[in-house]
Structures are given as structure tokens and as C-alpha cells.
């Protein structure tokens, strides 16, 4: 096995690969897995993967065993939201390894020897520590690709992971640790439309089938059997102090790491709690509220539910209030948006309300939320925060009526004009009209 480069090429390829799989691989739930070792070789050279397969659980379990029996034990774990590559030189390539085996992988890794767990976060990359006389796994946590948002946005994530991951790589190897490296996703770029999970997920006007569709059940939140909030986003990301990122979109929907225990339900007023321990190092605890109220509008002669505010609590002590603009929809129905967040670019905004609120960015992709009337432990049809009439739209309309009122108007004037009744006769005498006339 070949040993890292100190200026780390590898990892440059292998940003340089990130891709969206075609459009004939859509069904498919997997995503590639990368592993390399600084130590001698840990795999046989005639280790393969067929064309097509995709390595299961069972069969991932198998191709780790190698990094539990080396002699140091020091394994370090990149996740990333997405699919991060297709291919890519190095000791062990897996191009399909099955989602359920990733997002299991965490697990599978504690209980497979007494590692001591360390999340590595950007804020302490350069203040990284280990221990090699004891079994360390570092879990490195890489800033989402927002594929839905501009593509120079996915490329600043890139660049920044491509420098976490040479910090991380660089660090150890100058402490002389030999470590091992498992680099992959926890989903696919692009995945199949889910139509058994949520109908009629949003309205479209001469728009394309999405890309992306649910890869995971939303979070539900029950009273007795019956299901009274519904939370659903494909990227729901905080970032602290403009330097501390972090993604809750696993803890929460995937590992499902949160605890919601302290949400509340009613016919008019429903909270929807949060709470995650220990979420980024540095932070012992947080706490996220979205507090959501039904009320009857005369004009509409109907109940509409509005997203009032959201909170966050950090360390129980820290909090910070967003007064919400344009999150509402007809009670009956759930609300969805592309992209909700404290950007002013986003068509869903959070404004901050206090001083504490300035300090935090919020990034939620896909947000699609419920609060009332769920039927069947289902979203209902979704209210989307883009309007029929976009600001296009209304140009074009604008315009079009400006220049048919100037066309009607030019019409109108040649229609007024009339010719002279009487003409003179220039072999006749000349014509005399009396002033009478």
C-alpha cells in the first residue's frame, strides 16, 4: 500500500471527483467509499469489487476487518453529506457501497474494538491531539455540498474540505501516528423519487421533475398513535460565529440523535424541540424551536398555520430569537421551500430579533414542515413559498401591458383622423368658404 504524499494529491483527485452519477443510476441508494492506510499494505492486492455490486453491510464489515487488527489502531472517518466521488486511485476504491451500510458505519466502528471517539471539528483541526499508545477513531465531519444552491458555493465547500482534510492528514503524520483513512457519504448526489413518503411534495409551473426527492423519512413527532408535527430538510445546517459549522441534517434524521421529547401539540399553538448533546466540541448543548400557530382569518373565511419564530439554545443559557418571513400555508396543508435560511438571498427568511441571534447562520435545503391536521403520518399537499407569479412573471406582464396601452393608444389616434370635405380645383375658380361654415 502506497503511503500518503506529504502535499496530499490523492486528496486533491479526489475532490476534483466530485459528480453526479447519470441519469441511469438514479435508482440506485449507494454511494463510493475510499480507504487508505499510511501503514504497510492492509488489503489483497486481488481484493475487487465487481462492476455493478454494491457491497452490503455484511460485506463492508468484512473489507474492515484489516483495520481492526493492525497494530496501531489510530482510524480516521471523513464523512460527507453527499456522494463524494466516483473513482480515484488508491489502496482499497469500493464505487458502490450500500447507504444503510454508511450510515451505520459509526456504529459498526464503536462496537468493533474500545476506540476513544473524538469529533473533529474545524474549529480544533489545528489543535488536534492523540494518544497513540490507546485505539483512536476521529470522526471529521465535512461542510455540506449544496448542490441546490450556486455551483461556486459547492466549490468554496470543496476547497474548504480539501484543507480540512490535508490540516487533519498533515497533523498526525507530523506527530509520526500511523492512522488509516475511511473517506465516504452518507447519501448519493442524486436519489429516486419517493412517492410512498410524501404526495405531492410541492406544485410545479413549467418546471422540471427534481433531482432530489426524499432519501429518508421526515421526523415525526407523535401524541399516542397519531402523529402531530412532520420536519423534513435535506441540509439543515447551523454556523456559529461565522467560523463553526454545524450539520445536524444526520444527527437528525438519519442517526436520529435528537431529542424531541420536549415538543408540544395543540389545536393552535405547536413548538417543535430539538435538543442535541454535545453537537460540535465547544458546545455542551443545543436547543432548536420552531414555534408554530393555526389561526381563523375572516378574509379567507378559513384556518392558516404561520411559522412565528425560531429559537436556539446553546448551553441552556444562550438565546437566540429569528422572526420568520413568509413561512405560512392554509392549516389543512404542509409548507415547503427550496431554501430557508438568514441569507437575503433566500426566499424564506429568518430575521435575527436580538443581539444573540446575530452571531448564527442558518441553512435549511428542501424544508418541508407540518404542524397540524396530519392525516395518515403523511405530509398533506404542500403550500410552496414560490408563488405562481414570480418577479419574472410580473416584468413581463408589466410590460406587456405598457406596450399594448401604447399600441391601443396609436390605434385610437389614426382612427380619429378624417379628411377634408371640400378640395381645391386648381383648373377652377378658387375655392372661397364662407366663415359661417
Known amino acids: 500500500m502506497a503511503r500518503l504524499c506529504p502535499a496530499a494529491p490523492a486528496l486533491l ?3 476534483g471527483c466530485l459528480a453526479v452519477l447519470p441519469p441511469a443510476s438514479l435508482a440506485q441508494d449507494h454511494v463510493p467509499m475510499l480507504l487508505w492506510s499510511t501503514q504497510r499494505s492492509q488489503w489483497n492486492p486481488d481484493t475487487a469489487v465487481h462492476e455493478g455490486q454494491v457491497v452490503s453491510a455484511q460485506e463492508l464489515t468484512v473489507l474492515l476487518q484489516p483495520l481492526f487488527t493492525q497494530n496501531s489502531r489510530n482510524l480516521v472517518l471523513f464523512l460527507q453529506d453527499r456522494e463524494i466521488l466516483q473513482s480515484s486511485p488508491s489502496s482499497l476504491v469500493l464505487p458502490a457501497v450500500d447507504c444503510k ?15 476513544k471517539l473524538t469529533n473533529v471539528t474545524n474549529l480544533n483541526v489545528s489543535q488536534l491531539e492523540v494518544d497513540a499508545s490507546n485505539p483512536n477513531l476521529l470522526v471529521v465531519q465535512l ?43 452518507m447519501r448519493p448526489s442524486r436519489i429516486s423519487r419517493r412517492t410512498d413518503v410524501v404526495s405531492e411534495l410541492r406544485r410545479q409551473l413549467m418546471a ?39 450539520d445536524l441534517t ?23 424541540s430539538l435538543k442535541y448533546t454535545k453537537p460540535v466540541n465547544g458546545i455542551s448543548s443545543l436547543e432548536i424551536r420552531f414555534l408554530m400557530t393555526s389561526k381563523f382569518y375572516e378574509v379567507s373565511a ?33 409548507f415547503h421551500c427550496q431554501l ?11 430575521v435575527p430579533s436580538n443581539d444573540e441571534a446575530k452571531n448564527w447562520d442558518v441553512f435549511i435545503s428542501e424544508l418541508q414542515i407540518q404542524g397540524f391536521n396530519i392525516v395518515n403520518n403523511q405530509f398533506s399537499y404542500a403550500s410552496d413559498c414560490t408563488g405562481f407569479f414570480t418577479s419574472g412573471i410580473w416584468m413581463g406582464l408589466v410590460t406587456s401591458i405598457i406596450l399594448l396601452w401604447i399600441l391601443t393608444y396609436g390605434i385610437h389616434m389614426i382612427m380619429q383622423l378624417t379628411t377634408n370635405s371640400r378640395f381645391d380645383d386648381p383648373k377652377g375658380p378658387a375655392l372661397s368658404v364662407p366663415q359661417t361654415e
Not at 214 to 241: D, E, H, M, R, W
Not at 342 to 348: D, F, G, V
Open 13 to 15: 483527485l479526489l475532490l
Open 101 to 115: 451500510a454508511t450510515r451505520s458505519l459509526l456504529r459498526v466502528l464503536q462496537e468493533s474494538g474500545d476506540w
Open 143 to 185: 461542510q455540506p455540498l449544496a448542490s441546490d444552491l450556486r455551483e461556486i458555493s459547492t466549490l468554496e465547500a470543496i476547497a474548504e474540505n480539501d484543507k480540512i482534510i490535508g490540516r487533519v492528514t498533515m497533523d498526525l503524520q507530523e506527530q509520526g501516528i500511523n492512522f488509516s483513512v475511511i473517506y465516504t457519504a
Open 208 to 246: 422540471a421533475e427534481e433531482e432530489d426527492s426524499l432519501s429518508y423519512p421526515p421526523l415525526n413527532v407523535t401524541t399516542g398513535n397519531n402523529s402531530c408535527i412532520l420536519f423534513y430538510a435535506s441540509n439543515f445546517s447551523l454556523k456559529a460565529n461565522s467560523s463553526v459549522l454545524i
Open 250 to 272: 444526520n444527527a437528525t434524521f438519519l442517526a436520529e440523535n435528537v431529542d424531541i421529547s420536549s415538543s408540544e401539540c395543540s389545536d393552535s399553538n405547536t413548538t417543535l
Open 302 to 334: 378559513r384556518k392558516w398555520f404561520t411559522l412565528v419564530s425560531m429559537e436556539i439554545i446553546q448551553d441552556g443559557e444562550k438565546l437566540a430569537q429569528f422572526d420568520v418571513s413568509g413561512i405560512s400555508a392554509p392549516a389543512e396543508y404542509s
Open 340 to 350: 430557508v435560511g438568514t441569507s437575503n438571498r433566500y426566499p424564506a427568511r429568518l
